[in-house]
């Protein structure tokens, strides 16, 4: 059963630790405490490398311990489990942190994502023609100025705790009077607000506000609204319709994250190495949000402030 999945891969953790835990001698000093082992990484690196889950096989097995371990609770997680990486569904286990923590010297480095600058969004807004690439440019760069992760307005596969944007989530606003989202000025609105119903840092409901720029092609206010827009103007409109929504022969679609990564990758290698400094495999959709944090601290907007807009 799912519970039992859940004991057998978490078991070990306890009992190794407890083995492990350093024992005061009357003969002596204490024994050298012995590297930490990871269970979950045991149990992901078996042969067969995968956690049966209603069904279907997950792969488990990662570079990093990190990873593995991340795998292993996804798949956990998957079968309506609480995520065993979190400590009364809040705070990160203090067992995991440990485990991960002692493992950071053997694991590969981390190849962090560039920042994209301000012409690769730019480039990608005046060469879309079809309306699934508009569709994807004003997603992506409504999405740069609210930091989101790329879950928050695409579809991942992977299963999170963190939720995507429903369309009655974003709100728009002449100062304190609300616009309706069939609004005809829609675009000119002031501010934009959006409601996070859940997010990774485990807050719930929290709305974040941006207002409108001056610039003609990078405005907030701008790609929302287009959003907005597009995706009421899919026959059969529901309130439950996600930001991602995509109306393709009639059929409704979600835009994926791999579209999006596809679109970034695609702006950063026509513009070129010579001119960005880096290459489309150094990009993805993680640096749409880091672009938002290298914006403001260029700017020198306050880094409590950045720390609040990337939640």
Request: hydrophobic fraction near 40%; include cysteine; charged fraction near 25%.
């Amino acid at each position: 059963s799912n519970p039992r999945q859940a004991f057998l891969v978490m078991g070990p953790l306890a009992n190794i630790l407890k083995r492990h835990r350093p024992r005061r001698s009357l003969h002596g000093p204490s024994p050298p405490k012995p590297p930490p082992i990871p269970p979950l990484l045991l149990y992901a690196i078996r042969p067969a490398g995968r956690l049966q889950t209603r069904g279907d096989p997950c792969q488990v097995q990662g570079a990093t311990a990190r990873e593995a371990l991340d795998h292993v609770c996804e798949a956990i997680k998957a079968t309506d489990c609480p995520d065993l990486r979190l400590y009364n569904s809040v705070k990160a286990a203090l067992a995991i942190l440990c485990q991960t923590h002692g493992y950071k010297k053997h694991d590969p480095p981390t190849k962090h994502q560039k920042a994209l600058p301000p012409c690769v969004y730019c480039h990608i807004l005046r060469t879309a023609r079809t309306q699934l690439a508009r569709a994807k440019d004003h997603l992506l760069c409504g999405a740069f100025f609210f930091s989101c992760r790329s879950f928050e307005y695409s579809k991942v596969n992977d299963a999170c705790m963190t939720k995507t944007i429903r369309i009655v989530n974003v709100c728009f606003f002449n100062g304190k009077r609300e616009l309706c989202q069939n609004d005809p000025f829609l675009h000119l609105a002031e501010t934009v607000s959006i409601k996070f119903r859940s997010q990774k840092n485990g807050k719930k409901d929290e709305i974040v506000t941006m207002h409108r720029t001056t610039d003609a092609l990078l405005n907030p206010a701008i790609h929302w609204a287009f959003t907005v827009r597009r995706v009421h103007s899919i026959p059969g409109f529901a309130e439950d319709y996600t930001v991602d929504s995509f109306s393709e022969r009639s059929v409704v679609r979600r835009i994926t994250s791999k579209e999006i990564e596809g679109l970034i990758k695609n702006a950063v290698r026509a513009i070129g190495k010579a001119v960005l400094g880096f290459g489309e495999k150094d990009v993805g959709t993680h640096s749409n949000r880091l672009a938002a944090a290298m914006v403001m601290y260029l700017a020198k907007v306050p880094v409590f402030t950045i720390m609040r807009i990337g939640r």
